[in-house]
């Protein structure tokens, strides 16, 4: 793996240098642009609106429109305007991982120690094992400000990204009547069916099943066929009635 991002983690007065390395990777498949008459790649340019000529990628730089005009941007100005954040990655606080809602989760990366035994980030790691807590922090990357959460995973520190409180649109516009009545027969059978189908978390059992599905059809065209595709039919409720759906869902799945 090659690093994004090389700093430290704060933790008090503790610096523990570290490298980042990207957690995901996509499981979808890498499709091309093509020109349909000759399945020519389809190429996207970088071109001046006035000359309409391409701009070489060392010639671009960023701006910022004021007052009908563009201030440029330069890398030494995104780091003047956090120098702290730029290379540290600095643990604020500490709180419980349960009281982050998931949709401000973004993306994951593992962390990795300058040195292949780092007390300081064993400590961390142990500690926040024991503690159940996670970090938060506040770093730069790519030019942005980001809110992270450092967590452990197994025997690795993880530095997860999380959106900011602006970033979550307001709910107040959504449709939703608040004024509907559920009968305590009816959240009785629900509790009963969320019940009948818990189980441990486990997300190895699940797989992109869209794309390797889209990946046969693709080697099958490409041998002249075209693979038999098997329809999903959808299970039908024999009545309107929530508490008889319900039930015919305990019943199912106890059959099953």
């Known amino acids: 793996m090659r690093s994004i991002w090389k ?3 704060g933790f008090g007065l503790v610096s523990i240098p570290i490298k980042l390395y990207s957690a995901v990777q996509s499981s ?6 093509l020109d349909s008459r000759d399945h020519a790649h389809i190429r996207f340019l970088r071109v001046n609106e006035h000359t309409h000529k391409e701009v070489p990628y060392d010639k671009i730089v960023k701006g910022y429109k004021l007052d009908d005009d563009y201030v440029i941007l330069e890398d030494r100005d995104f780091e003047d305007a956090a120098p702290e954040k730029s290379k540290v990655i600095e643990i604020e606080s500490f709180v419980n991982m349960t009281e982050v809602n998931p949709m401000f989760y973004e ?17 961390l790691l142990q500690a926040l094992k024991k503690s159940g807590k996670a970090g938060l922090a506040r770093f730069v990357l790519r030019s942005n400000e980001n809110l992270c959460i450092v967590h452990p995973v197994e025997r690795v ?20 009547d608040d ?8 959240l009785d059978v629900g509790l009963a069916l969320i019940k009948q189908y818990e189980e441990a978390f486990d997300v190895s ?10 990946l046969k059809i693709i080697e099958a065209k490409a041998k002249g066929k075209r693979p038999t595709i ?18 015919q869902s305990l019943n199912t799945r106890k059959g099953a």
């Open 107 to 123: 993306t994951s990366y593992y962390t990795e120690p300058d040195t292949k035994k780092n007390k300081a980030y064993c400590l």
């Open 179 to 186: 004024d509907v009545t559920v009968s305590k027969k009816e």
């Open 7 to 9: 700093g430290s983690i």
């Open 230 to 247: 098997k329809k999903l039919k959808p299970h039908k409720a024999t009545g309107d009635d929530l508490y008889e759906q319900l039930m």
């Open 28 to 33: 979808s498949l890498d499709l091309d642009m």
């Open 205 to 214: 059992k699940f797989r992109d099943n869209y794309h390797q599905e889209l």
């Open 157 to 176: 520190l993880v530095v997860t990204r999380i959106r900011f409180a602006q970033e979550i649109r307001s709910m107040d516009e959504l449709n939703i």
